[in-house]
Nanobody, 116 residues
Framework: VQLQASGGGLVQAGGSLRLSCTAS????????MGWFRQAPGKEREFVAA????????RYAESVKGRFTISRDNAKNTVYLQMNSLKAEDTALYYCAKNAYWTPQYWGQGTLVTVSS
């Protein structure tokens, strides 16, 4: 399993970013996928997850209404659209291949920095 995340960067508070994670090495559409993040000095935390078909989605309370997870199974890619970014969203963002709602394999992170 390989997971390649991209799309991180520096953005001002209130701005938007779209993260992408392209997967290989497994039957992408058969698995839930998730996004997690780890801020400096903090533990990794759940952000959002989506079922294989895209029909079921979960979000952390801290990002509800601001972030949207989606997937394109034809492209083996999961996305995280992040709007209304806040300084506290600054973190290393990871995508994960899940066993249902539990992360199983991690990709490398992509850094998101929100300046206030």
């Amino acid at each position: 399993v390989q997971l390649q995340a991209s799309g991180g960067g520096l953005v001002q508070a209130g701005g938007s970013l779209r993260l992408s994670c392209t997967a290989s090495g497994h039957t992408f559409s058969a698995y839930h996928m998730g996004w997690f993040r780890q801020a400096p000095g903090k533990e990794r935390e759940f952000v959002a997850a989506i079922s294989g078909s895209g029909g079921r989605i979960r979000y952390a309370e801290s990002v509800k209404g601001r972030f949207t997870i989606s997937r394109d199974n034809a492209k083996n890619t999961v996305y995280l659209q992040m709007n209304s970014l806040k300084a506290e969203d600054t973190a290393l963002y990871y995508c994960a291949k899940n066993a249902y709602w539990t992360p199983q394999y991690w990709g490398q992170g992509t850094l998101v920095t929100v300046s206030s």
